[in-house]
């Protein structure tokens, strides 16, 4: 997974480019988006339980 920060050094999101899926982590909500091949995505909301 490659990790992107922002001009402060702090984590904004991570890619996994074997999957295709975005992580988006705000406090204890994660949002997984995919794209899939056919250009559709989904997008799955989740609470991080060890929070």
Not at 16 to 36: F, P
């Amino acid at each position: 997974m490659s990790e992107i920060r922002n001009l402060d050094g702090k984590l904004v999101c991570r890619i996994d480019h074997a999957s295709g899926t975005l992580e988006i982590k705000v406090k204890d909500c994660i949002t997984l988006i995919k794209v899939n091949p056919d250009g559709t995505t989904e997008v799955v909301n989740r609470k991080n339980p060890a929070a």
